[in-house]
């Protein structure tokens, strides 16, 4: 059997939510689908209180930020969502599958398509960096904050952008220790109010550092780091131990663009958005008709503009269907702006030359 | 490496004097201090005071302005900023040699009125004990934690241990 | 290794249930990650790598890596990560690519 709605969303984070949100308000039927037990995507697990302005809920802790934007359409008749459902292709004639519970596989076939997947953690090479202990940053988050469990007694933080320094900050909360922040760079890449907020705990930041070892037979027990150079090279004779039983790698993210390349939309390799992304439009649309893209699967960002690509992406797709959104133009023109405004600062200066590289038009066109 | 807001979260001394009021006004009552340098799309801070105080920004990477005559010291700030950036300073509160520094606070076990912590500066060094004057909470579950510590550490304590 | 009080968060855990891991019964709390139940009881050698025969343990936590592949019920490469936990699962360390039944 074929589900046929109108707009599929794959992903439940806060860009597909987003979508949902202004497409069922439209009045599209909307399906949407994630791999996940519950819905949110990574928000599920910031606890805490998110930047941007009132309009990206600034102030509002991550957690909470799911069941405002469900809040709307939860109990619409034009809205259903599947959890624990893997999307594992999309076939030339339009037809996405999906792999329920492990169990059942899908098939949809939608009018638009909003790839809304987020993205993957990054991990970098070192001696041993495969022993149980090393952890990806979201892994960490996972257990300790939607499980409750400790990944450990005292952590080893490599990275110092703001999921780094978040993420320390929350182990400390969960009665965690952290040996310290390690980056490579000569500058923390996150808010220096982050940077500040663990400092005053006792969390030493150690630029230009890097990890050498995780020292260990069975599992982490112990990490060994070094200074590096201008050319990121390691110093002989700035080798240190650090004592740690977890090691928690936050170096980057990168888009999960898989069904964008099935569906032979046309990707750019953009080092500034985190790696390969679809080319698109000021309505998020990509270059084939019908699919569009928001969030993390379209550029490496923050939840703040995920939720605002997300809203324009639902709302364009509700257009495209003939919906006739209320004060479509205008409420276009509005997320558009907001975005502009996120972006326009010094922190949002990658975020613009990336996607310099891949946008179909000038913003002024539109 | 010199240690610096770039490099380690810690700011320069003439970061931290930029964020006080003239020595007229500390002496006049509380208020408020506001540790944030670098221009991030954030406003959460202008709509979260009642008085006034923090200056509506044209650019919402623009960094706060406080009119500071308007501060109360009530504190809500402190509560609503997602940065943890915010603190109130009072040199008029207790003795002589003694002032209150208002802290926002998320761990457990939450401090009680009347315990004595452990007061750290910027670098998580304990500096000096701290009596808890009061502590606020609402539902932004911040904590605001008064404390009363000796006057010549107001620019340095800005968290207590967990 | 569970956290009991957090200052921002309340866990709504399922209700306690038994579990076998090789030779042991264990604990965890129903509807969570499987991966989560044995890290709470220090288990974090979850498989050995299959050519070098390195411990691996998980690393996403998300479905993604397939570094926590299991044998669950006698079914293998369960990501346990990701695999809800039931009362009397049966939970073995899979030898090399685990057999399919």
Known sequence: MIHEPEVLIIGGGPAGLSAARQAVKAGCKTTLIDDAFDLGGQLVKQTHKFFGSEMEYAGVRGIKIPEILLDEIKDDSNFEYLLRTSATGYYEDGVVTALYENNEMLKFKPKKLIIATGASENTIPFVNNDLPGVYGAGAVQTLMNVYGVKPGEMGLMIGAGNIGLIVSYQLKQAGVDVAAVVEAAPKVGGYWVHASKIARLGIPIKTRTTILEAIGKEKVEGSRIASVDENWQPIPGTEQTINCDFICLAVGLYPLSDIFHLAKCEMKYVPELGGEVPVRDWEMKTTIEDIYVAGDAGGIEEASSAMIEGALAGLSAANALGKEPEDYNNVKCQLINELSELRCGPVGDHIRCGLAQCSMEDENES | MNPNIENSGIPSKEQIERTLPSKERREKGPYVVIECWQKIPCNPCVKACPFGVIQPMEDINDLPVTDIDKCTGCGLCISLCPGLAIFVIDETYGEEDQALVMIPHEFVPIPKKGDLVQALDRQGNYICDAQVVRTTQNKSNTTVVHLLIPREFILDVRAIKP | ?101
Request: hydrophobic share 35%.
């Open chain 3, 1 to 101: 290794m569970r956290i009991e009080k957090h200052p921002i968060l309340d866990f709504k855990r399922g209700k306690k249930v038994e579990f076998q891991f090789e030779d042991r019964t264990l604990t965890g709390f129903e509807g969570e990650p499987i991966a989560a139940a044995l890290h709470d009881h220090g288990i974090m050698v979850l498989k050995n790598s299959l050519r070098h025969d390195r411990p691996r343990g998980f690393f996403c936590a998300i479905g993604h890596c397939s570094s926590c592949l299991m044998e669950v019920d006698g079914c293998p490469n369960v990501r346990v990560c990701v695999e809800p936990l039931k009362a009397g699962m049966v939970v073995r360390r899979q030898q090399g690519k685990g057999v399919l039944r």
